[in-house]
């Protein structure tokens, strides 16, 4: 968030006297971070890769799971879309020649289109790698710090879901079944019954279960952190790298 303070000097006579000058006033300009295309938290191989979007350009960046860390960022061209049996495959074009692509599916022919708050991309091929990518239905918040992936979503009575995927576990990750279309792995942490709560600087959401709370705040200019708290003790504050929300569907 950018702070930009502007020093309103006011400097008027009146009646030959010199009036003092006002305090300096600071006002808060919220700038916002325009959020990704999407985020592919790869279920099948140790990394995250964050697409952004503009036009037919295309910006990656690919993290570590085992640390969070940066590895690559790569350019690419939207191509060729196609439509089969109930997706889109989308090729990703770079200029040294090396293609990709993205595959999404149509939330038309899922069991519940309702339930697609994100568009469902469940895979992408770059260099060469075949990646998998997790989508929960009616998530609401899908992101990772440099310690974990996570997802927020609603069960079908509208509770909601905190789910964790810390990177420290994903060797032994393992692919599970969900209902509704979702391509997911055993969580790390599960937390249901959470709350949510706004004020004009941010969304938020805790999630809280045998002394353990769990607060993500997302800030309206799109940074956010996730915190945990034991018996009202902070153990952890992770900065989130990126995160990209849902939309219900209109009913």
Not at 156 to 172: C, E, H, M, V
Not at 240 to 246: A, E, V
Request: hydrophobic share 35%; proline share 5%; with cysteine.
């Amino acid at each position: 968030m950018r702070r930009i303070a502007i020093a309103l000097v006011l400097g008027l006579a009146a009646c030959g006297q010199q009036q003092t000058p006002e305090a300096p006033a600071e006002e808060t300009i919220i700038v916002r971070v325009p959020p990704p295309w999407f985020i592919c938290d790869s279920i099948n191989q140790p990394a995250i890769i964050v697409f952004e979007r503009t036009g037919a350009d295309v910006r990656t960046a690919e993290y570590d799971k085992p640390n969070g860390a940066i590895i690559q960022r790569m350019g690419y061209h939207i191509g060729d879309e196609e439509g089969a049996a109930g997706s889109i495959n989308i090729e990703l074009i770079r200029d040294e020649g090396s293609d990709g692509a993205i595959r999404q599916l149509n939330p038309g022919m899922l069991e519940n289109p309702g339930s697609a708050y994100t568009l469902p991309f469940t895979a992408a091929r770059l260099d060469g790698r075949d990646l998998e990518c997790r989508w929960m239905p009616r998530t609401r918040v899908t992101g990772f710090t440099g310690r974990r992936s996570f997802v927020v979503s609603e069960d079908a009575s509208g509770d909601l879901i905190y789910n964790a995927y810390n990177f420290a576990d994903a060797a032994s990750a393992r692919r599970i079944e969900v209902s509704e279309n979702g391509r997911t792995t055993n969580f790390s942490v599960e937390v249901r019954d959470g709350a949510e709560s706004q004020t004009p600087q941010a969304l938020t959401y805790t999630f809280e279960t045998q002394g353990f709370r769990y607060v993500l705040t997302l800030n309206r200019d799109g940074t956010g952190t996730l915190d945990a708290f034991q018996n009202g003790t902070l153990l952890q504050s992770e900065e989130l790298i990126s995160y990209q929300q849902g939309t219900a569907a209109t009913q």
